[in-house]
């Protein structure tokens, strides 16, 4: 297993959100009843992103199985549902930030264009084959019946635990952990 924290994930193009999150960890009172909507946004996100990483292989293959049957980019759309949910969590104005600055931001900025790299640049290595699957499988809003198209024969369509530890996720997953329990502590007086 590999040191959950990322030397990549400490860069500095990072800081501006670090110190965001810390700064509504550390100085935002959680609302006590927003752990009723705000857990199961986070969990869903957490497990969204936990999924997609135990399937996806960068670079060296076309990754369909999995959630990638049912969307192209369930990690954007996990870390998404967890923003969304430490912002109703934490309430107030940050709610607002959440909704009126983040998602506008991934909506206009950030996912047009990282879709429009990771498109040329999985076309460039797949072709076609990479062309009917961006056709058939929709971007961030899921699609019931999962994807049946080609699939690549190296890549096994169970989840891994050594695909999931290759691509980060238990370092997200402990950011996210230590997030909910500092909410929650807050939420129940424990901490400031």
Known sequence: MRNPIRRKNLNTRFLPFYALGIAILIFQ????????VA???IVLGAGLRAWGAGHLV???????????AHLRHPLYLGT???ATGF????????????LGFLWPWFAL???PRKESS??????????????????????????LRPWRGERDPALQARWAFDRYDDNNELGTLLAL??????????NRGVLG
């Open 109 to 111: 900025h950030y996912f």
């Open 87 to 98: 912002g109703v969590w934490a309430g107030g104005w940050w709610t607002l930030v959440v």
């Open 80 to 82: 998404i549902l967890v």
């Open 39 to 41: 857990l199961p946004l």
């Open 177 to 186: 952990s230590l997030g909910v329990l500092v909410f929650w502590l807050r």
């Open 29 to 36: 009172p959680p609302r006590p009843d927003g752990f009723v």
């Open 118 to 143: 990771e498109g040329l640049r999985l076309e460039a290595a797949h072709g076609e084959r990479f062309l009917r699957y961006r056709r058939a499988v929709p971007a961030l809003w899921p699609r």
């Open 58 to 68: 960068k670079n060296d293959r076309l990754t369909t199985t999995g959630p990638y």
